[in-house]
Nanobody, 114 residues
Framework: QVQLVESGGGLVQPGGSLILSCAASGLLVSSYAMKWYRQSPGKERELVASIFLGYAIYKDSVKGRFTISTDNAKNTVYLHMISLKPEDTAVYYC?????????WGQGTQVTVSS
């Protein structure tokens, strides 16, 4: 059974940084596309970043500020976020797909506010 558990969210001031973690079990993060989504109140869930076989893509508004990476030894995916803005405030979710089924973590809240 695939399980994804996010952690690392919190309250940070504008310009600050956070590192989100997504610990995976039931599959190898090195073998599947791993993704970070976010959802703000009243908005649709949006793809922020994804990584597969070392190749990463990013939503335009986070390019240069967010970095997605994997630690295969820990079977964990990270989202390193710097220069955070109030508009980055959202619940962040880790997601992957296997055998045409999507698996989601429970989400972790990121709040950027002074």
């Amino acid at each position: 059974q695939v399980q994804l558990v996010e952690s690392g969210g919190g309250l940070v001031q504008p310009g600050g940084s956070l590192i989100l973690s997504c610990a995976a079990s039931g599959l190898l993060v090195s073998s599947y596309a791993m993704k970070w989504y976010r959802q703000s109140p009243g908005k649709e869930r949006e793809l922020v970043a994804s990584i597969f076989l070392g190749y990463a893509i990013y939503k335009d508004s986070v390019k240069g500020r967010f970095t997605i990476s994997t630690d295969n030894a820990k079977n964990t995916v990270y989202l390193h976020m710097i220069s955070l803005k109030p508009e980055d405030t959202a619940v962040y979710y880790c997601e992957t797909d296997r055998d045409s089924q999507a698996y989601w973590g429970q989400g972790t809240q990121v709040t950027v506010s002074s």
